[in-house]
């Protein structure tokens, strides 16, 4: 599965706003199958933060923006604290960021299991 996310990480690093081929993708490398409707993850502030509720329930995000005020970022922290269990994100859309920041947390959290 790191596989599967590393490459979705580079996915979504480089879109550019809603993809519902990438919502479909996210979708089915997260819980392993693909389903007729899939939520709008890239489109979607609310879809991502249930997403990240169900798969990442000990984790507390933040959104902001970057420090030119340009391009929103998300970062992903896991309760309790743990400097390796960090995820930061900046994209052009906030479902991009909250996307970014948690595919690298689920990495994160593939590599200390």
């Known amino acids: ?14 879109a ?23 939520p709008p993850y890239t489109a979607s502030v609310d879809a991502c933060l249930l997403l990240i509720h169900d798969r990442l329930p000990a ?8 420090p030119r005020g340009l391009f929103p970022y998300a970062v992903l922290t896991h309760d309790p604290a743990d400097e390796d269990a960090k995820s930061e994100m900046m994209a052009p859309t906030v479902p991009l960021a909250l996307l970014g920041a948690f595919i690298k947390a689920l990495r994160s959290e593939g590599k200390r299991s």
């Open 1 to 14: 599965m790191l596989s599967r996310l590393k490459r979705l990480e580079g996915e979504v690093a480089a």
């Open 59 to 66: 984790w507390h995000w933040h959104i902001g923006y970057g």
């Open 16 to 38: 550019t706003g809603a993809d519902r081929h990438l919502d479909a993708d996210i979708h089915e490398t997260v819980y392993g199958a693909r389903h007729e409707e899939v």
